[in-house]
């Protein structure tokens, strides 16, 4: 295994510190080539959950008997989910520090100071890398260069991360944040398209599916709106403070609520198919749900994973974890990763919840996993960025398209 350490940036100073890395960027680029990327291939995990969608399914295989190959440490700490396109792994952390790493070694290919701390996963796409800090900056640099594109200012933090949503006629970097809105911003120069008013915080990223934006806040209203024209085509109130990002599948959306429960939503209908709580355990979910056309897998804060029939939300299983989850799980085939608070990361057998490979971190684990060309990244608290494959790979039984 190899380890790779960032070494730490020098301490901010104050306030005038925050406010000039609002317009400047420290960028340090030791790439091969400056050549632009292009658009992420379909096994790409380009974004949180991987897709518009946010289904939090891979698109192809993960080895079994897995071993750290390179371990790289940010400063102060990371609580993002990795996005990897093109052999590189894009990530930042709580120090306001952006890399860029080779997939295979864990080598900085490039560095951006952003000055405040980052909760945003990214978003790569056609060549530019977005996410979103909590002064309320959100970001575009180039993918290949960690030089600034654009910066469009929101007027609180942005820990959701960015999606992108395609309509006849354009594209739209869609966006959430602390001050009530949800943003629609135009992906090649910043400027704003659309802005939406909520009644309370967006902290979960939307999701996406044809031309729609499907977003569930601390206001606990469902949200449908229009990506092109920025309107509300229909709402829906799910009974609670919403943190999580919703997943969509089809016409059906499953999210979970601080009130203990997941709901499943007929977006055809707008209307609720199926609730879950648990009978005994009630604790929030902060964790986005990972679904297939068979199930839908959540860790909820009380310490269980929850492996639930996505057509009627009746438990197929529970796994009991040492601590609270608010990391994502993420299908691979007929298996699913998990993490916890307390450092432990997991592979369950889908079937039955059933541990077939384990490791401990020395920290928590709040970000989620990304997995691609056979490789899983994740981010632990403590700011140690971990890559792992094995030797034998195992295909995946439905990889997501």
Same mark, same amino acid.
């Given at each position: 295994?190899?380890?790779?350490?960032?070494?730490?940036? +020098?301490?901010?100073?104050?306030?005038?510190?925050? @406010?000039?890395?609002? @317009?400047?960027? +420290?960028?340090?680029?030791?790439?091969a080539t400056l050549l632009p990327l292009a658009a992420p291939a379909a096994a790409d995990w380009s974004q949180f959950? =991987?897709?518009?969608?946010?289904?939090?399914?891979?698109?192809?295989? *993960?080895?079994?008997? !897995?071993?750290?190959?390179?371990?790289?440490?940010?400063?102060?700490?990371?609580?993002?989910?990795?996005?990897?396109?093109?052999?590189?792994?894009?990530?930042?952390? !709580?120090?306001? $520090?952006?890399?860029?790493?080779?997939?295979?070694?864990?080598?900085?290919?490039?560095?951006?100071?952003?000055?405040?701390?980052?909760?945003?996963?990214?978003?790569? $796409?056609?060549?530019?890398?977005?996410?979103?800090?909590?002064?309320?900056?959100?970001?575009?640099?180039?993918?290949?260069?960690?030089?600034?594109?654009?910066?469009?200012?929101?007027?609180?933090?942005?820990?959701?991360?960015?999606?992108?949503?395609?309509?006849?006629?354009?594209?739209?970097?869609?966006?959430?944040?602390?001050?009530?809105?949800?943003?629609? /911003?135009?992906?090649?120069?910043?400027?704003?398209? %659309?802005?939406?008013?909520? &009644?309370?915080?967006?902290?979960?990223?939307?999701a996406v599916l044809d031309g729609r934006i499907f977003s569930s806040g601390c206001d606990g209203i469902l949200r449908g709106v229009d990506a092109k024209t920025g309107e509300e085509r229909s709402t829906l109130?799910?009974?609670?403070?919403?943190?999580?990002?919703?997943?969509?599948?089809?016409?059906?959306?499953?999210?979970?609520?601080?009130?203990?429960?997941?709901?499943?939503?007929? !977006?055809?209908?707008? &209307?609720? #198919?199926?609730?879950?709580?648990?009978?005994?355990?009630?604790?929030? %979910?902060?964790?986005?749900?990972?679904?297939?056309? &068979?199930?839908?897998?959540?860790?909820?804060?009380?310490?269980?994973?929850?492996? *639930?029939?996505?057509? #009627?939300?009746?438990?197929?299983?529970?796994?009991?974890?040492?601590? =609270?989850?608010?990391?994502?799980? /993420?299908?691979?085939?007929?298996?699913?990763?998990?993490?916890?608070?307390?450092?432990?990361?997991?592979? *369950? +057998? !889908?079937?039955?919840?059933?541990?077939?490979? &384990?490791?401990?971190?020395?920290?928590?684990?709040?970000?989620?996993?990304?997995? #691609?060309?056979?490789?899983?990244?994740?981010?632990?608290?403590?700011?140690? /960025?971990?890559?792992?494959?094995?030797?034998?790979?195992?295909?995946?039984?439905?990889?997501?398209?």
């Amino acid at each position: 295994m190899r380890e790779v350490i960032s070494p730490s940036p +020098s301490p901010p100073a104050g306030r005038r510190f925050r @406010t000039l890395s609002r @317009t400047v960027l +420290s960028t340090a680029v030791t790439a091969a080539t400056l050549l632009p990327l292009a658009a992420p291939a379909a096994a790409d995990w380009s974004q949180f959950r =991987r897709s518009p969608e946010q289904r939090g399914v891979a698109a192809e295989a *993960l080895p079994e008997n !897995l071993k750290p190959i390179w371990i790289h440490r940010l400063p102060d700490g990371a609580e993002t989910t990795p996005a990897i396109v093109d052999g590189t792994v894009y990530i930042g952390g !709580l120090s306001g $520090r952006f890399v860029a790493l080779d997939l295979k070694t864990g080598d900085e290919k490039w560095t951006a100071e952003v000055g405040e701390e980052i909760k945003s996963s990214a978003l790569v $796409r056609d060549g530019a890398v977005y996410f979103g800090d909590e002064l309320g900056n959100l970001h575009a640099l180039d993918a290949a260069t960690g030089e600034r594109k654009w910066l469009f200012e929101a007027e609180s933090s942005i820990s959701s991360s960015p999606n992108w949503a395609s309509y006849d006629g354009g594209d739209c970097l869609v966006v959430g944040s602390y001050d009530n809105s949800i943003y629609c /911003v135009d992906p090649k120069t910043g400027t704003l398209k %659309f802005k939406v008013e909520t &009644e309370g915080h967006v902290h979960g990223t939307p999701a996406v599916l044809d031309g729609r934006i499907f977003s569930s806040g601390c206001d606990g209203i469902l949200r449908g709106v229009d990506a092109k024209t920025g309107e509300e085509r229909s709402t829906l109130q799910i009974g609670s403070y919403v943190a999580a990002s919703p997943a969509v599948l089809g016409d059906q959306l499953v999210v979970g609520t601080f009130d203990n429960e997941v709901v499943s939503v007929d !977006l055809t209908k707008n &209307e609720v #198919t199926w609730r879950y709580k648990h009978p005994d355990r009630e604790f929030p %979910f902060y964790a986005s749900p990972a679904v297939t056309s &068979e199930v839908a897998v959540l860790g909820g804060r009380d310490k269980m994973i929850h492996a *639930l029939d996505v057509k #009627t939300g009746e438990p197929r299983w529970t796994h009991t974890m040492r601590t =609270r989850i608010d990391s994502s799980p /993420v299908i691979i085939g007929d298996r699913v990763i998990v993490a916890d608070q307390s450092g432990i990361l997991k592979i *369950l +057998s !889908l079937e039955d919840g059933s541990v077939t490979w &384990e490791f401990t971190a020395d920290d928590a684990f709040i970000g989620s996993p990304a997995v #691609t060309d056979g490789i899983m990244v994740i981010a632990a608290g403590d700011g140690a /960025v971990y890559a792992f494959t094995g030797t034998a790979p195992k295909k995946a039984a439905n990889p997501a398209p």
